[in-house]
C-alpha cells in the first residue's frame, strides 16, 4: 500500500480504529460467519426446518446460536479486556443481570435458556462495531442472493404448495409449526421459503436496503418495485410502508450534491430516533378510542395502542414492581415466556423493540439509547446509518427479536456505541463532512477521503 492510500485510509478510520479494525479485512470472520448463518437460517427458516427433519439432522438448526455465543466470548475480549469501553462492560454484566432477573420472573430454567438463545444476535451486531460492512464483499454478495432467492420463493408459493407448510416441528420440548397459507380477505398470505409471511417480507426489504447501498439507480429502479409486489403479496403492510419510505430517502441522497450526501443520511439517522415517541404519542391521543368502528384497517394499530403496548405495564405492577426499576428480565413479554413459563397466562406481544427491551432492561435501556445518539452522530459507516433509519422505522410495530436477524441487524446498526475513546475523539476534531464526502461509486454510495 502507498504512503498516500495509508493516508487516506487513516483519514477514513481515524486512530484506535486498529489493530481492531485490521480483523476487518479478512474477507470472513466470526461476526461475518454468524450473520451469514443467520440471515440464510432465518430467510430459508421453513425449507431448512423441513429439510433438516427429512435426514434427521435437526440440531444444525442450532449452529447460527453457537457462532452467536461464540461472539458473546468475542465481544468480551474485543471490547471489555483490549478496547478497555466501560459501556462494553456494563452493556455485559447487565446483561447476565437481567438474564437472572428473567430467569426469576419466567419461573423456569428452559425459559432461561431459551432467553440466552434470544438476545445472543445482538452480539454478532455488537461485533461489528469498528468494522466497514464495504469490506465485507463476500458477506453482501450472499446477502444479495437472500434478495432474489426470497423473491423466487414468494412468487413459488403464490402457484404451487411448498412442502413445508403446515410441517410441525419440537424446538426445546414445545411442538411448533410452520405457518400455513392463509387468506386475508382475498388477498393470499404468502410465506415462501421462510415458511412465515412477515419474515419472507422483512427479507426481501433488508436485503434489497444493505444491496442497494452500492447499486446504481438503474438497478433500483428495476428491482425496487419487483420487491415491493413481493413484499405485497406477503401482506406485510409495515415493511411496505417502511420500503416506500426508504426509496423516497434513498432518491434524496442519490439527487443532492455529493458533499451532502453523507450529512443528510446522518441527519435521517439521527431524526429517525423521534420514531421512538410514536407509541407515546399515539396512545395519549387515542388510547380508549375506538378507531377501528370507522376504519376497519386500523384495527392491528388500536389493539397495539390499547392492549400490547400498555398491558405488559400493567401486568408487572402486579407480578413484579421492582421491574419498573431493573426491568423485569431477558424474555418477559417476549416468545421465552410465551413458551417456557408460568406465567404465560400474563403474555402480551409487545409490537414495538423500544417498549419491549425498555420492559426487560428498565430505565439503564434509555441511557444506553442516548449513548447510541451520540455514537451515530461520529458513525461513518454508510450501511450502519442507514440500518439505523430502517430498523427504527421498523421497529414502530414490530418487537424485532424474531427472527433473530431483526435482533442482529439493530446489534449491528448500534455497534458503534462500543467505539474506543480514541477514535471517537479524533472524529469530534475534524468533522466527517469535511473529510469523508459519500459520492457515488460503481452505482453505490462510498466514503473515500477528500
Known sequence: MSASARSDTMVLTGPGYSPLGQESNSIWNLEAFALFLYFYRDAFA????????????????????????ACIALFLQRYVI???????LLTLLYMVFSLYIGYIFLGQAAGAASSLKMIAPVFVGFCFCGRDLSQYKRLLGSIHLVFYLTIIGIFLSAHMRLPWVGFSYESFGTAREAQRLWWTQSDPRLAGFAADSTMAGFFTFIAFVITSVRRNMLWCAIWAPIGMYAIKLTTSKTTLGLM?????????IRIIPERE?????????????LTILIPIILMILFSG????R???????????????????FVYM??????????????????????LFSNKVSYYVPVDNFYIGTYLMFGPIFVVFVICVFFAVMRTKDIYKLTAVIVMNLFAVTVLAYGPASGLLTIGFAFSEVFRSRAASVHESVQ???DVVPVVPDSGGLTPRAA
Not at 82 to 87: N, V, Y
Not at 294 to 312: A, G, H, K, T
Open 244 to 252: 416506500i419510505i426508504y426509496l423516497v430517502c434513498l432518491v434524496i
Open 317 to 338: 405492577s402486579d407480578l413484579m414492581p421492582l421491574g419498573f426499576l431493573t426491568g423485569c428480565g431477558l424474555g418477559c413479554f417476549n416468545y421465552p415466556q410465551q
Open 82 to 88: 483490549a478496547g478497555k469501553s466501560l459501556i462494553a
Open 289 to 292: 378510542i375506538n378507531l377501528a
Open 46 to 69: 421453513g425449507a431448512l426446518r423441513y429439510a433438516f427433519a427429512i435426514v434427521k439432522l435437526d440440531a444444525l438448526w442450532f449452529i447460527p446460536d453457537l457462532a452467536a455465543l
Open 294 to 312: 370507522e376504519y376497519p384497517v386500523l384495527f392491528s394499530m388500536q389493539d397495539r395502542i390499547n392492549n400490547s403496548w400498555q398491558l405488559p
Open 431 to 433: 468533522e466527517i463532512a
Open 261 to 273: 450526501k453523507f450529512p443528510m443520511l446522518r441527519r435521517m439517522a439521527l431524526w429517525s430516533f
